[in-house]
């Protein structure tokens, strides 16, 4: 299913308002959930952009992707604002909703900055304006002019804001590696646990490791991160044996990366998403919150 579910009917408003507003649709997506890291949550800021553009003169929009994008961003940081706050009562770690990016991502950027797991989690240390700066710049190459203009900003506070976002996500030293070695490393976890034999897997692990499980308290999983080679080991182990035996594994794009999608009795049980750098796996992320889990239900039945 696609991240992007919700579009005007034609009746809602004259072709070409509509066609101006469907065009610039996918950015506004990408940008929105760049923020929040939600597709629900995105899905209503875009439409909220959709109700202003329908209330708007467009006889006086001169740039109506401009308009859209500037209505977008600040909709995106004031919904940031709000998220925060819910999560600080979120049941466990939380973890961004995966979006499937095997075709088209539809994310409306040419790069992919902004869009891996680990860079989302990073984005959350953020203020809202700071991300959204970083987002406007760094994966839509925005001149900082215009993200000045987007987000009532002065150039010079665009650009310091910039550097500080930056400075704060560059905190690691290692370097990501390219997909056909992440898509190996997919592959060898696979072949582990198939064989019974996951200890095999710890020589791919970073010494400090974390495993980031995500039930949002809707079902039973670690409500605290694992960290170091035995700890996650073990939890993989054990999710292994519990969960995952018997179960359909598929290998799918999951935010611009390779995933491994767990399904049970066709439907999406877990997806396991790994942050590989040259230094090995920093980072297991184990969604098995099912609210978040829905955009690949036409690929666990398929």
Do not use: C
């Not at 040419?110 to 990073?122: K, N, W, Y």
């Amino acid at each position: 299913m696609s991240a992007m579910t919700t579009t005007p009917a034609p009746s809602d408003l004259d072709g070409p308002a509509l066609a101006e507003f469907l065009a610039v649709r996918p950015q506004l997506f990408g940008l929105a959930y760049r923020m929040l890291g939600v597709v629900a949550e995105a899905e209503d800021v875009v439409q909220d952009a959709w109700v202003r553009w329908q209330g708007t003169d467009r006889s006086v929009v001169e740039r109506p992707a401009a308009f859209l994008t500037t209505v977008t961003a600040r909709l995106a940081v004031n919904a940031a604002t709000s998220a925060r706050a819910r999560r600080e009562t979120y049941v466990g770690p939380w973890l961004p909703e995966p979006v499937d990016t095997s075709a088209d991502p539809a994310l409306g950027a040419e790069r992919a900055e902004g869009l891996s797991v680990a860079t989302l989690l990073l984005l959350e240390h953020l203020t809202p304006v700071e991300r959204a700066v970083y987002i406007l710049r760094e994966a839509f190459d925005y001149p900082y002019r215009r993200v000045a203009e987007i987000l009532d900003l002065t150039e010079a506070n665009a650009r310091q804001l910039a550097r500080r976002a930056r400075e704060r996500l560059d905190t690691r030293e290692a370097v990501p590696v390219d997909p056909a070695e992440h898509r190996r490393l997919i592959d060898e976890f696979v072949a582990a646990a198939n064989d019974g034999d996951l200890a095999r897997f710890e020589r791919f692990l970073a010494a400090d490791v974390v495993a980031r499980p995500d039930g949002g308290g809707k079902v039973h999983a670690s409500r605290v991160e694992l960290v170091g080679i035995d700890r996650v080991a073990l939890f993989m182990d054990n999710v292994w044996r519990k969960y995952w035996t018997g179960a359909t594994l598929t290998v799918v794009e999951a935010n611009g990366a390779p995933a491994l999608l767990v399904s049970r009795d066709g439907a999406p049980f877990s997806l396991l998403s790994l942050d590989v750098t040259d230094r090995g796996i920093e980072h297991l992320y184990v969604q098995v919150n099912p609210d978040k889990l829905t955009g690949f239900g036409g690929t666990a039945s398929g």
